[in-house]
């Protein structure tokens, strides 16, 4: 007995092919995701009634010097991220576990980043009274926004060589004006006090 070899399709459709989503299209997703986390944390701090605290620490002056301080660890987290960004990419010389680095830099910065953050949206809101404070509540929506653009990305298969630096990129610029425009003013408007 001989055995057709298309018997076992025979009236059945053949699976499609996965088809990846062509060229631009692909990064939809995440730039809508960072679109709506921006907006969203926007809309939120500007609409929500400010508590005017959110926590303190024990230890410390003020609220201000706890978020000080907390930004400035998350931002000494975000240079150990560019410079290992660096190693990973070959521009510096580093260690085999400069990817690990990397990696939990970046963790630790998102994570002291966020009670920061939690105390500006929730205690003072989306404020627009001066030009600093403006400024910095644009780039602290448009940080989480671009950082989450960031997180989709990784989990992205053949992107260009290019792009995943220049969103990092991006992240550590926003994270770098956030703090020169609230950790580094507070430091030098009421001195470097915990």
Known sequence: MTVDPNAAT???????PVRRPAGAVRYLVPALAAAAVAVGLGVY????????TAFNLAGF???????????????FFALVQLVSALMVYGRLPGPRWASKLHR????????VAVPVAVHCLYALGYQTYETRVLLHSILGCFFFGVFSAKMLLLRSERLPGWLLPLVGGLVFTALTLIWLTSALWFFRTFGVTT
């Open 45 to 52: 701090g500007r609409v929500h009634d400010p508590a005017g």
């Open 104 to 111: 939990w830099s970046g963790r630790i910065a998102f994570l």
């Open 61 to 75: 002056s003020s609220t201000g010097a706890v978020k000080s301080w907390l930004a400035t660890t998350a931002f």
């Open 10 to 16: 025979q009236g059945f459709p053949s699976p499609e």
